[in-house]
């Protein structure tokens, strides 16, 4: 049974840094592509970040480039992601997911059907 938790959210002031954490069990992790979303209320589930697991290949939105970082451990079977200059707009529940059997390219659009499992969330608040 795969699970995906998450952890790290909280409570960060405008300019601040936070590191989710995305601990995985269940996954044989030779051929996943892991990813981060965040989703605001009453606002759609935004992609912001995916790996592929084995190679390490990374991907960041557009919109997040610069502040977000994505990478993985694979001996803790954990995937994070840093955050640094937080802004309010950044305040959310950020899930994390995984696409069992997949790899996506650099130019892969990038939606949450691509995913077969998700976490519960985290939960993000920016402070102004």
């Known amino acids: 049974q795969v699970q995906l938790v998450e952890s790290g959210g909280g409570l960060a002031q405008a300019g601040g840094s936070l590191r989710l954490s995305c601990a995985a069990s269940g996954l044989s992790f030779r051929a996943y592509n892991m990813g981060w979303f965040r989703q605001a209320p009453g606002k759609e589930r935004e992609f912001l970040a995916s790996v592929n697991w084995r190679p390490g290949s990374t991907y960041v939105a557009n919109s997040v480039k610069g502040r977000f970082t994505i990478s993985r451990d694979i001996a803790a079977n954990t995937m994070y992601l840093q955050m640094v200059s937080l802004k309010p707009e950044d305040t959310a529940v950020y899930l994390c997911?995984?696409?069992?059997?997949?790899?996506?390219?650099?130019?892969?659009?990038?939606?949450?059907?691509?995913?077969?499992?998700w976490g519960q969330g985290t939960q993000v608040t920016v402070s102004s």
């Open positions: 997911a995984a696409a069992e059997g997949a790899y996506f390219g650099s130019s892969h659009d990038y939606t949450e059907i691509d995913y077969d499992y």
